[in-house]
């Protein structure tokens, strides 16, 4: 599912907004729990009861259309990107993806972007950003491939 060979145990970046994108990057649990990660989302109830035993960092929220969070969460993927050394960040969105995935592909990290199943009749904010800044662009839908024409389609996580 998750297009990244390696036959070595990888440290993982998970970064996603709290709710339906935090669980899409649930349903994925079958690849990164044979992996060490680390979670960057929100710091809302559910992101605590569904992370409860992981490393999380809790990035600044809300952050649609908030510069000033969006100033902090770069800083925030600053220091968690240097102190953790991920192999891989992947995301679902939304915006906080976009500062891991700049200073992660200026580090040399791979990224995978995943385009949530709700945008069939047009791209994300979050996912133009971050298309040009994916080593591997993800969509669920054939139609998102109008959206998304060099993306890969995986097919329905949820």
């Known amino acids: 599912m998750i297009p990244i060979d390696s036959d070595k145990r990888l440290n993982v970046g998970l970064v996603g907004s709290s709710g339906g994108h935090l669980a899409h990057l649930l ?13 960057v989302t929100f710091d809302m109830p559910d992101s605590h009861d569904l992370l409860d035993s992981e490393r999380v960092d809790w990035a600044h ?3 649609t259309r908030n510069l000033k ?6 800083g ?17 969105g939304a915006a906080v993806a976009f500062p891991f995935f700049l200073l992660g592909r200026m580090m040399g990290v791979k990224t995978v972007f995943i385009e949530v199943y ?17 080593s591997s662009f993800l969509v669920q839908w054939e139609d998102q491939l109008v959206f998304h024409p060099r993306a890969e389609l ?4 949820m």
């Open 118 to 134: 709700d945008r069939i009749d047009h791209a994300s904010l979050t996912a133009r950003l971050c298309a040009p800044l994916s």
């Open 61 to 63: 929220y809300p952050t």
């Open 27 to 39: 349903i994925l649990r079958q690849w990164w729990q044979e992996h060490d990660r680390f979670w």
């Open 69 to 74: 969070n969006l100033v902090f969460n770069f």
């Open 76 to 92: 925030l993927a600053w220091k968690v990107l240097r102190r953790e050394r991920p192999d891989v960040l992947i995301s679902t």
């Open 154 to 157: 995986i097919g329905r996580l």
